[in-house]
Nanobody
């Protein structure tokens, strides 16, 4: 059973930065796609960014230019660098992985990000 463990969330002021990290319990070198999603209170879970095994990235329009997703195959980790944070970025952020294109989604437990002055 593959496990994903997020860390790095917290409270930050508007305009600040945070870096989230997701540690995976197996090699990520061949994982088809990994990503970050978020869910704000009363809203549906939404895409933040994804990265494929070939390091092709995709971002939500709301995070493009401010967030950067990356993966370190040697450390079996995936990170999300978040800059210029806004109050509307406040949410629980979840790490996600699909081992193969036809595999079900695997989720971490989530980490809270709060952007507030």
């Amino acid at each position: 059973q593959v496990q994903l463990v997020e860390s790095g969330g917290g409270l930050v002021q508007p305009g600040g930065s945070l870096r989230l990290s997701c540690v995976v319990s197996r090699t990520i070198r061949t994982i088809y796609v990994m990503g970050w999603y978020r869910q704000a209170p009363g809203k549906q879970r939404e895409l933040v960014a994804t990265i494929t095994s070939n390091s092709v990235t995709n971002y939500a329009d709301s995070t493009k230019g401010r967030f950067t997703i990356s993966r370190d195959n040697a450390k079996n980790t995936m990170d999300l660098q978040m800059n210029s944070l806004k109050p509307e970025d406040t949410a629980v952020y979840y790490c996600n992985a699909r081992i193969y294109s036809y595999s079900p989604n695997i989720w971490g437990q989530g980490t809270q990000v709060t952007v507030s002055s």
